[in-house]
């Protein structure tokens, strides 16, 4: 009984949450102990999709100007890619220990559809989804360095951070909510 009206008082501003969600577009349930999930996960993609292709414009006509038999600008692997890569690589570790402490105690799912086979099957699977997302970002940023997009290389890779730890951020305030 206690324990039932305590998680009543730490759930208090739930309603609140909810409304200011559904303002923004999203529809909410309610997962176990009342955690709210945010379901639309296309209103976010949609506006990742925007950003891209505004970025993508932006850094085609900043290379418009560039010699065309001028040499690679940079190597793949210099300090700011390193530095990049290093950072998406510990964000996607953290991602793998949240995402598995959440699922493990039933009070949260995977959210991707592509990855959630894999992460049901444990932390190997979630070993192999984290890897092949991290090997997606840095051969996408390849692919944006051997065609001489070196500015979209540049925001493509701290885009991929930035999503990256916006969603540990989210995992984090779930685990936390839930203690």
Excluded at 14 to 37: E, I, T
Excluded at 76 to 88: E, H, I, K, M, T
């Amino acid at each position: 009984m206690r324990q039932h009206s305590a998680s009543r008082l730490q759930f208090a501003a739930l309603p609140r949450r909810r409304s200011m969600l559904k303002r923004l577009g999203f529809r909410v349930k309610l997962a176990a102990n009342g955690v709210p999930l945010v379901t639309d996960v296309m209103v976010i993609l949609r506006s990742a999709m925007v950003v891209l292709v505004v970025l993508s414009g932006y850094c085609a006509r900043a290379q418009q100007f560039t010699l065309p038999d001028a040499p690679s600008q940079h190597k793949f692997f210099d300090r700011q890619n390193s530095v990049a890569f290093g950072a998406l690589a510990a964000l996607v570790a953290a991602d793998s220990v949240t995402t598995q402490r959440l699922t493990n105690s039933g009070r949260a799912r995977e959210a991707n559809p592509l990855w959630r086979p894999m992460v049901r099957q444990g932390w190997l699977g979630q070993a192999a989804a984290s890897g092949l997302g991290f090997g997606s970002a840095v051969g996408a940023a390849y692919v944006l360095h051997r065609a001489g997009h070196h500015k979209m290389e540049r925001w493509a890779n701290w885009l991929a951070v930035s999503i990256e730890g916006a969603n540990d951020a989210r995992n984090v305030f779930m685990d936390a909510s839930l203690r």
